[in-house]
């Protein structure tokens, strides 16, 4: 088990655009933060915990993540996720 891959592709103050590249196994550990967030599965299938509440996504699949919202994820099979911030997460940079 390993961290994702974490590529920012594109950012401006109120947007940043980050890819994560996941190997089987890798977890993207429980945490929170004030942006919202929106998860777009490029490829993979991904066990997400939102808010305590477990869901599968896969390949196409989109969701979001208000602000404060505790979340994390493991990964099922190899794949990578889009995600977008508004505002752009300093903390990447």
């Known amino acids: ?3 994702p ?3 920012v592709l594109a950012h401006a103050p109120e ?3 980050v890819r994560f590249a996941f190997k089987a196994g890798d977890q993207g550990a429980l945490h929170s933060h004030p942006h919202v967030q929106s998860t777009y ?3 993979g299938r991904f066990r997400f915990t939102m808010d305590g509440r477990e869901f599968e996504v ?3 699949d989109a ?3 208000p602000p404060g919202t505790e979340h994390g994820c493991l990964c099922l099979e190899e794949g990578e996720l889009i995600d977008n911030f508004t505002p752009r997460r300093d903390d990447f940079l």
């Open 1 to 3: 088990m390993s961290d």
């Open 5 to 7: 891959i974490r590529t």
């Open 15 to 17: 947007l940043m655009v």
């Open 58 to 60: 896969g390949p196409g």
């Open 63 to 65: 969701f979001t993540v």
């Open 41 to 43: 599965v490029r490829s």
